[in-house]
């Protein structure tokens, strides 16, 4: 059984105006999937779905075996417990020091023995480098020290898919890389992502399987060396022809 299995899934933002049509994917543990397509291909769209941030028009996600119900706040609970995401703007507290900005939401919403979540919030701050950093206050970050601290505190909820929107694209060129290394250290350890990313050869990296998307739809989906390599659909050989060639 898929981790993540998501079927005929549609979604609108306006009422007979479908960005998402008959989306099918499935997402099994420990595997990284990335989500890669022109702009306005309904990647963050699909994404926002999972969460629950925008509720969808047909289909069905079924997350462990449990379809979810989109429509139900305990059911929206349990997605949302279970999955984080991470977006290009990382929007930390300001007026909260980095270990604050972790522990706070484990500490106030979940009611989590302090002590612990801050010992844990630790271990995630070392994981992506940032040991050091405890005290600071975002403003006294570089902005791919803020987007690490943003994924820090994603994981410190705990959740088992982590969804990544386009977390470095906001990055001067020179700091992706160490946002990029905290994520292979996640993927290392075998935690369950979906990724949205323009960094193709990171893509190609760490992925198991590579979704193209194209108008709201998966155009083709497969291992990173057929999709990069060897694209079996037309309009997945031009978007790679394309992207390949910058
Ligand atoms: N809040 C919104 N209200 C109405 N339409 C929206 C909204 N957000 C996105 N859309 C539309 O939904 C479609 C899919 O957008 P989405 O943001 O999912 O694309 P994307 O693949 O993430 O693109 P990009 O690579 O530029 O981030 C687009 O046609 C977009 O214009
Ligand atoms: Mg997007």
Redesign the pocket.
């Known amino acids: 059984m898929p981790h993540l299995e998501i079927t005929d899934l549609s979604a609108a ?2 009422a007979d ?1 479908k ?1 998402l049509k008959d989306v099918n994917m499935t997402v099994d543990k420990g595997e990284i999937v990335s ?1 890669i ?10 994404l ?1 779905v999972l969460m629950g941030l925008l509720r969808p028009v047909g289909g069905q996600v079924v997350l462990d075996g449990d379809a979810i119900d989109y429509t139900s706040k305990s059911s929206l609970r349990h997605v949302r417990d279970r999955c984080a995401i991470v977006f290009q703007q990382y929007n930390l507290f300001q007026n909260m020091n980095v270990m604050r900005n972790v522990s706070i939401a484990p500490i106030k919403i979940k009611g989590w023995d302090k002590k612990t979540v801050e010992a844990e919030a630790a271990d995630l701050l070392a994981k992506v480098g940032l040991a050091d950093k405890h005290k600071a206050y975002p403003d006294e970050l570089s902005g791919g020290q803020q987007q690490r601290v943003a994924i820090a505190r994603a994981l410190a909820l705990k959740p088992e898919v982590l969804l990544l ?2 977390v470095t694209s906001a990055l001067d060129p020179e700091l992706v890389n160490e946002v990029l290394d905290a994520i292979r250290v996640l993927a290392s350890e075998g935690m369950t992502m979906i990724i ?1 990313s323009h960094e193709m050869a990171f893509v190609r990296e760490v992925s198991s399987k590579v979704v193209m ?1 194209d108008e ?1 739809t998966v155009v083709e989906a497969g291992p990173p060396a057929q999709i990069f390599d060897a694209p079996k659909t037309r309009r997945a050989q031009e978007f790679v022809s394309k992207i390949l060639r910058h």
């Open positions: 933002y306006e105006a960005v989500l397509g022109p702009s306005g291909s309904g990647k963050s769209t699909l926002r929107d386009e949205v998307m709201g």
